[in-house]
């Protein structure tokens, strides 16, 4: 964990991605990426739930393990889905799963309100990765993805936020869905990296969802997300090849 703060004074960006699987796991570990997330958006782009409310441990802790297979030399860190760390004791039984399932750290959403979670966690020796902003979780109860820190009062909120996961032992902070200046306010004031997604250029790394960088559920991407690639087109065009070539009897010998 230390060497992510060295890699913050030194001004080098961390990098980080999600995967839910072992082929996209292991690819993403042999292109170099720092971080790999087994985050509870697998619910979404992977399960086909509305949100992250309905994802299970027992399905994180099947996605982790399938992860932990294809990486080597990345980070792993795993969500803590919802209503798996209500409590600070419920907290540390949920993370050691994840560390038995093969995780190097946990992630939860919630920051001054959930310290006493967050040091539970890292007393029991547990790397932890902290995330506050927009918190994905609570969708239900905000009434939607609303951007953070338009008004004093939130950004006030979100600065006091950062200092408290960093005095709980979280070694990196998620800023998701954060005004640009309020994250690069935070970014200056806290020794952790923070780690953006949506959150504008200043802060310390940049973490998206794999699905949405390479294209490949096509039916929603994040406003600022700019895909890399198409990946979702590229099937389509393969499997209407295959139903073409099968259909007219060709190229069905066996090898």
């Known amino acids: 964990m230390k060497d992510f703060r060295e890699m913050k004074r030194r001004g080098e960006r961390i990098t980080a991605l999600t995967a839910?699987?072992?082929?996209t796991a292991r690819l993403l570990d042999e292109s170099g990426i720092d971080i790999i997330l087994v985050g509870d958006s697998l619910g979404m782009v992977v399960l086909g739930y509305q949100d992250t409310t309905r994802v299970t441990l027992e399905e994180m802790l099947h996605h982790t393990r399938a992860v932990v297979r294809g990486v080597k030399q990345a980070l792993l860190v795993a969500d803590m889905p919802i209503h798996t760390y209500d409590t600070p004791?419920?907290?540390?039984?949920?993370?050691?799963?994840?560390?038995?399932?093969?995780a190097?750290?946990?992630?939860?959403?919630?920051?001054?309100?959930h310290v006493a979670h967050i040091e539970a966690?890292?007393?029991?020796g547990i790397p932890f990765m902290a995330h506050i902003g927009m918190l994905p979780q609570s969708v239900?109860?905000?009434?939607?993805?609303?951007?953070?820190?338009?008004?004093?009062?939130e950004a006030d909120t979100l600065?006091?936020?950062?200092?408290?996961?960093?005095?709980?032992?979280?070694?990196?902070?998620?800023?998701e869905i954060v005004i640009a200046d309020i994250a690069r306010q935070i970014t200056n004031t806290i020794g952790i990296p923070t780690i953006g997604i949506g959150s504008g250029e200043h802060c310390d790394g940049q973490i998206l969802v794999t699905h949405d960088l390479i294209g490949l559920f096509p039916w929603?991407?994040?406003?600022?997300?700019?895909?890399?690639?198409?990946?979702?087109?590229e099937i389509?065009?393969?499997?209407?090849?295959f139903i073409e070539r099968t259909r007219m009897g060709v190229g069905t010998e066996s090898r």
Do not use: M, N, W
Request: hydrophobic share 40%; proline share 4%.
């Open 20 to 23: 839910y699987d072992y082929p």
């Open 89 to 102: 004791r419920q907290a540390v039984e949920t993370a050691k799963q994840f560390v038995a399932a093969g």
């Open 104 to 113: 190097q750290a946990v992630k939860l959403e919630g920051g001054a309100s």
């Open 121 to 124: 966690i890292t007393q029991a």
């Open 140 to 153: 239900r109860e905000e009434g939607g993805y609303r951007v953070k820190g338009r008004t004093q009062s």
């Open 159 to 175: 600065i006091a936020d950062a200092h408290a996961v960093e005095r709980a032992g979280a070694f990196s902070v998620v800023l």
């Open 220 to 233: 929603f991407t994040p406003k600022f997300v700019s895909p890399e690639a198409r990946v979702a087109d």
């Open 236 to 241: 389509r065009r393969a499997v209407r090849a």
